[in-house]
């Protein structure tokens, strides 16, 4: 989870991008999406006037984090930066690839435009290359609707091998539904396989090289396989956010 200050205690853990738990019971979802399809709108119908807001640490990028309870749970909502993708080309993709990468969230959901889903859908791959616990928000179902748009949400779940819950936040509409998948993905009821891209042999043999290379430091299997694309990539700035928050919870918690 990254949390390593006093890491164990009930009260007081914040981890390396400032999210305070106040009780170990408490799980943590990041809200990735693309620009414009309604996060913020999805965050502040689950959070109401429970969220604070600031910057990213180090950054002046704002950030909002609120508190939801469902069930039995408290929920740590973390509304990430509108993002295209996750190749970090800007400080925002950055944020958002490092929290989902190195924060660790419970789960994190994909909020996605029903109206032009097909753009929306790089995003949605490419944190399915990054963690298992992807739940797909399809809002604006309702303007989808007015256009005559048919979003197949099984069909989608099907082919992507995700949970896709169909929403419409402004009127309200899914989000019970939404809590209770991520309620289920997060506490691992639901457990998703995200279909994920395999390449041609000898690419597969360079990425299994890698992996061997850096294993000794990444438990999660996931993380490891996407941390060694992105070097085969080139991408300096994963050198970067390795030093700054994965050497950071070695020294912090001792035991990777
Ligand atoms: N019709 C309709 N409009 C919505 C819905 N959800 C959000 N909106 C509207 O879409 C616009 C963008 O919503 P935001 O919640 O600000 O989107 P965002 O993803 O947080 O945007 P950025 O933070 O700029 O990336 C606002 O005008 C919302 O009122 C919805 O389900 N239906
Ligand atoms: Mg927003």
Redesign the pocket.
């Known amino acids: 989870m990254g949390f390593t200050r006093q890491a164990g205690t009930k009260e007081g853990m914040t981890d390396v991008f400032s999210i305070e738990k106040t009780s170990l019971d408490e799980l943590v979802i990041a809200l990735a999406?693309n620009?414009?399809?309604?996060?913020?709108?999805v965050f502040n119908a689950l959070t109401g006037l429970h969220q604070h807001t600031g910057n990213w640490p180090g950054k002046t990028v704002a950030n909002a984090r609120g508190n939801y309870r469902h069930k039995d749970k408290t929920f740590i909502l973390v509304d990430l930066p509108?993002t295209y993708s996750l190749l970090a080309s800007s400080v925002e993709e950055q944020i958002a690839r490092d929290f989902i990468c190195f924060g660790k969230p419970d789960a994190t959901i994909v909020?996605t435009d029903a109206t032009c889903l097909e753009r929306n859908l790089n995003l949605v791959l490419q944190v399915m290359e990054l963690t298992n616990n992807v739940i797909v928000c399809v809002?604006?179902?309702?303007?989808a609707k007015r256009k005559n748009i048919e979003v197949d949400l099984k069909g989608l779940s099907r082919e992507l091998s995700v949970p896709v819950i169909g929403?419409?936040?402004?009127?309200g509409t899914g989000l019970k539904e939404l809590m209770d998948t991520v309620y289920d993905v997060s506490m691992g009821i639901i457990k998703p396989v995200p279909k994920r891209m395999e390449y041609e042999e000898d690419i597969e043999e360079i990425i299994k090289d890698t992996m061997s290379k850096i294993e000794q430091y990444v438990k999660d299997p996931v993380v490891l396989r996407w941390l060694a694309l992105r070097l085969i990539d080139g991408d300096k700035t994963i050198i970067d956010s390795i030093k700054e928050y994965m050497m950071a919870d070695w020294e912090g918690r001792g035991d990777t």
């Not at 620009?35 to 709108?41: A, E, F, V, Y």
């Not at 809002?139 to 303007?143: S, T």
């Not at 929403?167 to 009127?171: D, I, K, Q, V, Y």
């Open positions: 999406g620009p414009n399809t309604g996060k913020s709108t509108g909020v809002n604006l179902m309702d303007e929403t419409a936040a402004r009127e």
